[in-house]
């Protein structure tokens, strides 16, 4: 999946016409904030000859890069789509497209009030364990996490075990929910060991505003495309998931997964790739 973008057909000319994939991140092209495998890329590459495709995730870019790229390799050009933040920063061939932020859209003042609440929400959290970095600000979103999103893998399995049980995260949500009900936020469970905040209406459906303006876009740029079948594969489709949304909007084609290698399955099975 190293080839540059311009040996794939362009996207009004992939051979599934108006078709694109779109995958989310964690549990689905890779194990939970873990790398992307060879073999995965490959199968994605070669998808990439039929159809467009795309991620759409709750974490910014940076983390993706680490995630689906490598050093010398940038995500951005290994899928025809980028959708980091849910789509609040967007990449389309490589290029960045309009971005949105969260505090502008919050204010200052209640977003100090909203953070002040979380931690001191966290700090009489009885858990087994704590680390670092509780509240992590992105650029279209916030980030919580009770244990510290520093956790190591292990710490991390261990949690996520702890709050099928406990469910601290979901808790924690029902309170925010409760107290901050006047913000208009939406709070989605994700990962293993934290959930997002961010503005209600920016969740994964915010991305499908990029594929929606395709079909303004220049048809010799390879624009000019009406994708009217939107494949979306997720592992948090459930209530209260973050895939929840977009699994179930109309627009979209949805696909639960339950890890990497049911997400490789069910895309031989549709596209023989």
């Known amino acids: 999946m190293t080839e540059a973008a311009s040996l794939y057909p362009p996207l009004n000319k992939r051979p599934v016409q108006n078709t694109i994939c779109l995958f989310d991140v964690d549990g689905t092209l890779t194990p939970a904030r873990q790398d992307v495998s060879p073999e995965m890329l490959s199968l994605l590459s070669r998808l990439r000859h039929q159809v467009a495709i795309g991620f759409v995730g709750g974490s910014d870019l940076a983390k993706q890069q680490e995630q689906l790229g490598t050093p010398a390799i940038p ?9 980091s933040e849910n789509g609040l920063t967007a990449y389309r061939l490589g290029v960045p497209l309009a971005a ?8 200052e003042d209640r977003y100090k009030t909203l953070v002040n609440f979380v931690l001191h929400y966290v700090a ?10 509780f509240v992590e600000f992105r650029n ?16 991390r399995n261990e949690f996520e075990r702890f709050d099928k049980q406990a469910g601290v995260r979901r808790k924690m949500v029902e309170v ?9 936020l939406t709070y989605s469970i994700g990962g293993q060991i934290s959930f997002d905040v ?10 499908l505003q990029h594929l929606e303006a395709e079909t303004k876009q220049d048809r010799a740029l390879g624009g000019g495309v009406q994708y009217t079948t939107i494949h979306f594969f997720g592992d948090k489709t459930y209530k209260g998931g973050n895939d929840y949304e977009i699994f179930e909007d109309p627009r979209t084609v949805g696909h639960t997964v339950i890890n990497p290698e049911d997400t490789a399955k069910q895309l031989v099975e549709l596209f023989a790739v």
């Open 75 to 83: 995500v951005t050009s290994l899928f025809d789509f980028c959708f």
């Open 100 to 107: 949105h932020s969260f505090i502008r859209w919050l204010g």
């Open 124 to 133: 009489d959290l009885e858990i087994p364990i704590k680390r670092g970095t």
């Open 140 to 155: 279209g979103m916030i980030n919580i996490s009770p244990i510290g999103r520093n956790a190591s893998t292990e710490e």
């Open 176 to 184: 925010l929910r409760e107290k901050f009900g006047d913000y208009g």
């Open 198 to 207: 961010f503005p209600t209406g920016w969740d994964k459906t915010y991305c």
